[in-house]
């Protein structure tokens, strides 16, 4: 039983610049029908429809000039699976109780009347049921955000009053962001079938949003790992992470290994860059600096600053060694939809499983 896991790892090791830089490699190039034969051999044997996912990948992988390797395929194709185990929009137990119970969280923040809430939702639709009965039945998120749109147009100052409480913030096999898939759809390569919203609900538009997602910005992790817990925690979180590590052995000071470096939600400074500050006269950096130098942490340049560079010299000095330049963020996931107390490392380690076991199926 060894060997198999040794052949995989080294396999893994092998085929990781694929999956960490998907624009340098000089492999063959693929034709369509050979890259949909390649993700035909990596599909678990389970799933249904292995011909429409096939291609529906390919052409993400065209569309986005992204390497057909085994490493990226097998990337997209574990968080796919972990996910929604390849069903284009997944049922959620309970999902009409969370969804009402998340609208009266929301009208409650912004001091909307729960009364007022109520006797909206009794308001009834075309098909004569309530919005109300409507949220009850829903079964999937394509479902609830389709009831969403539909109640907020129709209901007296809809709108106003509650276009910003549609619940659904992720949909389709890739569970992957509509914020973030409205942000990057200037070069969708599909005509759209409505909105953006309901193009992520699809198999093809969750496949192209999600992988752009997991694959579509350089890093330089020495596993894929990392970017599995980047697709859950935020572009660049694992390399923020091991930055807020390094600051915190340098200042004393605890800080949540978050990946967050600067508050977005305000002007005033966060923890991290508040502990970034105490090192100023170490680092030769003064206030202003140093927030500018932060706010590129969302981006690749950020470990060409010199704040990056001056805190892991100091932190490799007073460790006498290299420190980490990635670590798994510790953070805790927070969705109406999550009934246990899971983490984003968790999430990492089971996609880099699924991954791993794809690998298997190359061989």
Request: glycine residues 8%; proline residues 6%; hydrophobic residues 40%.
């Amino acid at each position: 039983m060894l060997a198999p896991r040794l052949l995989s790892g080294f396999l893994g090791l092998s085929l990781l610049a694929g999956c960490a830089s998907q624009h340098g490699t000089q492999a063959p190039t693929l034709t369509p029908e050979q890259t949909q034969a390649r993700i035909l051999r990596l599909l678990p044997s389970q799933v249904s429809d292995r011909p429409g996912w096939a291609r529906d990948i390919q052409v993400t992988f065209s569309a986005q000039g992204l390497e057909p390797s085994q490493s990226n395929l097998c990337a997209v194709l574990a968080v796919t699976e972990q996910e929604s185990t390849f069903q284009v929009d997944p049922a959620v137990p309970g999902l009409g109780r969370i969804a009402r119970e998340e609208i009266d969280r929301r009208a409650a923040k912004v001091h909307v009347p729960a009364l007022l809430v109520s006797a909206a939702l009794q308001v009834r639709g075309a098909d004569g049921q309530s919005y109300s009965q409507r949220l009850a039945k829903a079964r999937t998120e394509k479902e609830l955000s389709a009831i969403f749109d539909d109640f907020t147009g129709m209901v007296p100052l809809g709108q106003t009053l509650f276009g910003g409480f549609n619940p659904v913030h992720t949909g389709g096999p890739m569970q992957v962001s509509i914020a973030f898939a409205e942000k990057h759809a200037q070069d969708y390569p599909y005509a759209l079938q409505g909105s953006i919203r309901h193009e992520v609900f699809s198999r093809r538009g969750g496949l192209y949003f999600g992988t752009a997602h997991l694959l579509g910005y350089p890093v330089d992790y020495p596993q894929p790992l990392y970017r599995f817990a980047d697709f859950n925690a935020g572009w660049y979180a694992s390399r923020n992470a091991a930055f807020q590590a390094a600051v915190s052995r340098l200042s004393g000071i605890k800080l949540a290994l978050d990946g967050d470096l600067i508050r977005y939600d305000s002007l005033l400074p966060g923890s991290t860059e508040r502990a970034v500050r105490t090192l100023g006269k170490q680092l030769g950096l003064r206030n202003p600096q140093i927030r500018a130098q932060l706010e590129k942490g969302d981006r690749q340049d950020f470990a060409q600053t010199e704040l990056y560079r001056q805190v892991f010299t100091l932190a490799d000095r007073a460790a006498g060694r290299p420190v980490p330049r990635q670590q798994l963020p510790g953070i805790e996931l927070k969705s109406p939809k999550i009934t246990r107390q899971l983490t984003t490392a968790w999430f990492a380690k089971r996609v880099d499983e699924r991954y791993q076991r794809c690998l298997q199926r190359s061989l």
